[in-house]
T-cell receptor
Framework: GAVVSQHPSRVICKSGTSVKIECRSLDFQATTMFWYRQFPKQSLMLMATSNEGSKATYEQGVEKDKFLINHASLTLSTLTVTSAHPEDSSFYIC??????????FGQGTRLTVV | GENVEQHPSTLSVQEGDSAVIKCTYSDSASNYFPWYKQELGKRPQLIIDIRSNVGEKKDQRIAVTLNKTAKHFSLHITETQPEDSAVYFCAASIRVSSGGGADGLTFGKGTHLIIQP
């Protein structure tokens, strides 16, 4: 199947700083990517839909100024958590749509804000 | 928006027995229903999916059934093995035909499947 690579896999940052997470489709072009957040022992919650060349669409309750999404190319979407706080600590996972409409997931990023 | 309910939250079965996980969805426009297996700290892995124009799909020990009228779909695992132990998520979304757009997935809350040796 298609490969989606997410980087970094783990990051620890101080409160108030920003963290950028990259999501790359390695062997296919993805016009649409999705960002999810998963708290421990909970399900994945869709945060936003990232479309190449246009603004991201955010789900209700997700602050677009806090979670900045950029999808500048057909193989790369980035999520920047700005002014991070401990409550932002979570597992962030991206996915990209393949041609068959199957969603391929990145390996996730474990963010810890101290 | 879409709402997906998943039951049970925990399921313990004896090795070799069958396991069934059930989900319901609310949005009649949803037409794509994947099932994912997730091991601790890892990415979800697609194990099987079904589209709304099909009522049942099978892949070796895994099968999925869909009842569009009742808006529910189920995952069936037969001859369970220890390596089947994991958290399983159902999901629903709207998928346009190949090359078209798509909504993000709405996930159920997950089922922790435990296979007892």
């Amino acid at each position: 199947g298609a490969v989606v690579s997410q980087h970094p896999s783990r990051v620890i940052c101080k409160s108030g700083t920003s963290v950028k997470i990259e999501c790359r489709s390695l062997d296919f072009q993805a016009t649409t990517m999705f960002w999810y957040r998963q708290f421990p022992k909970q399900s994945l919650m869709l945060m936003a839909t990232s479309n190449e060349g246009s603004k991201a669409t955010y789900e209700q309750g997700v602050e677009k100024d806090k979670f900045l999404i950029n999808h500048a190319s057909l193989t790369l979407s980035t999520l920047t958590v700005t002014s991070a706080h401990p409550e932002d600590s979570s597992f962030y996972i991206c996915s990209a749509l393949g041609l068959g409409a199957e969603a391929f997931f990145g390996q996730g990023t474990r963010l810890t804000v101290v | 928006g879409e709402n997906v309910e998943q039951h049970p939250s925990t399921l313990s079965v004896q090795e070799g027995d069958s396991a069934v996980i059930k989900c319901t969805y609310s949005d009649s426009a949803s037409n794509y229903f994947p099932w994912y297996k997730q091991e601790l700290g890892k990415r979800p892995q697609l194990i099987i999916d079904i589209r709304s124009n099909v009522g049942e799909k099978k892949d070796q020990r895994i099968a999925v059934t869909l009842n569009k009228t009742a808006k529910h779909f189920s995952l069936h695992i037969t001859e369970t093995q220890p390596e089947d132990s994991a958290v399983y998520f159902c999901a629903a979304s709207i998928r346009v035909s190949s090359g078209g757009g798509a909504d993000g997935l709405t996930f159920g809350k997950g089922t922790h499947l435990i296979i007892q040796p």
